[in-house]
Nanobody, 124 residues
Framework: QVQLQESGPGLVKPSQTLSLTCTVS??????????WSWIRQPPGKGLEWLGA???????YYSPTFKNRISISRDTSKNQFTLQLISLTPEDTAVYYC????????????????WGQGTQVTVSS
């Protein structure tokens, strides 16, 4: 069974950097053809896709966050990490890591596994 678990600070000050790690069990983050994603949900709003690290190691970022975001991975630990810089209170949200399944063509079929989510509050 595939499981994803987010970890990181729950409270961050404005202008600081957020670092979240997703630890994956039951599947390898290098297995074809999966995309390991970061998604967030601000209070009272819908889901926002931040970016993804593909099975190949390729990185994909939302244009909305591309100047502030970095995603990396540690294949030895089967983890992938989100860094978001220059935080503001508008970055307050529940942050999720999730796995998206895709065809060999790259066509994404949808998300099949999610972490439980971690609340991040940006406040002084």
């Amino acid at each position: 069974q595939v499981q994803l678990q987010e970890s990181g600070p729950g409270l961050v000050k404005p202008s600081q950097t957020l670092s979240l790690t997703c630890t994956v069990s039951g599947a390898s983050i290098t297995s074809n053809y999966y995309y390991w994603s970061w998604i967030r949900q601000p209070p009272g709003k819908g889901l926002e896709w931040l970016g993804a690290n593909a099975f190949s190691g390729s990185l994909y970022y939302s244009p909305t966050f591309k100047n502030r975001i970095s995603i990396s991975r540690d294949t030895s630990k089967n983890q992938f990490t989100l860094q978001l810089i220059s935080l503001t209170p508008e970055d307050t949200a529940v942050y999720y890591c999730a796995r998206a399944a895709a065809e060999s063509s790259g066509w994404v079929l949808g998300y099949d596994y999610w972490g439980q989510g971690t609340q991040v509050t940006v406040s002084s």
